[in-house]
T-cell receptor
Framework: AQTVTQSQPEMSVQEAETVTLSCTYDTSESDYYLFWYKQPPSRQMILVIRQEAYKQQNATENRFSVNFQKAAKSFSLKISDSQLGDAAMYFCAFFTGNQFYFGTGTSLTVIP | NAGVTQTPKFRILKIGQSMTLQCTQDMNHNYMYWYRQDPGMGLKLIYYSVGAGITDKGEVPNGYNVSRSTTEDFPLRLELAAPSQTSVYFC????????????FGSGTRLTVV
């Protein structure tokens, strides 16, 4: 069975500072993909970043980067220079076969 | 704008009523999905479809039915609504196996009273 664990229900960060959201997963699969999705109050699910498990290099998208530790099954999201628009629920997700598995989310507050 | 369109955005049902949540996409995606999101939880897969005429159960299919007669449309049917089906429902679509992520609709908030 695949599981995704986000141990931080809530996080906060000062505007312009850096914050790291944690995610761990459990799987016996060797071929999979990892994602971070953002869900603002509008409810729209927005893809933030994607990581292929077979790639050693950590993915980066502008102010968003990941720290992918395959052996530890860890996939954290770092948000640099946090902005007010980053305030949202963030979901870590694991994809294998035809299915996504989502964590329970981390609610991020950005303090002006 | 291209994307996944869900209707309605909000709905209140009485116990035992039925309804259909509509989902349509205009990106010619072959894969479509229905998820539900309960408070404080991640998304759980209800049903998915890999193409017109093909559907399969996800993790939480009980109480729901789907059909896929066209590439564009993937309606979700609730028969005999129960309070346990109070949730936010998301439709999503993708090409092939989704390893580039889904395109999500904006969700339907359903309350069963």
């Amino acid at each position: 069975a695949q599981t995704v664990t986000q141990s931080q229900p809530e996080m906060s960060v000062q505007e312009a500072e850096t914050v790291t959201l944690s995610c761990t997963y459990d799987t016996s699969e060797s071929d999979y993909y990892l994602f971070w999705y953002k869900q603002p109050p509008s409810r729209q699910m927005i893809l933030v970043i994607r990581q292929e498990a077979y790639k050693q290099q950590n993915a980066t998208e502008n102010r968003f980067s990941v720290n992918f530790q395959k052996a530890a099954k860890s996939f954290s999201l770092k948000i640099s220079d946090s902005q007010l628009g980053d305030a949202a629920m963030y979901f870590c997700a694991f994809f294998t076969g035809n299915q996504f598995y989502f964590g329970t989310g981390t609610s991020l507050t950005v303090i002006p | 704008n291209a994307g996944v369109t869900q209707t309605p955005k909000f709905r209140i049902l009485k116990i035992g009523q039925s309804m259909t949540l509509q989902c349509t996409q205009d990106m010619n995606h072959n894969y479509m999905y229905w998820y539900r999101q309960d408070p404080g939880m991640g998304l759980k897969l209800i049903y998915y479809s890999v193409g017109a005429g093909i559907t399969d159960k996800g993790e939480v299919p009980n109480g729901y039915n789907v059909s896929r007669s066209t590439t564009e449309d993937f309606p979700l049917r609730l028969e005999l609504a129960a309070p346990s089906q109070t949730s936010v429902y998301f439709c999503a679509s993708s090409f092939q196996g989704s390893d580039y992520g889904y395109t999500f609709g904006s969700g339907t908030r359903l309350t069963v009273v």
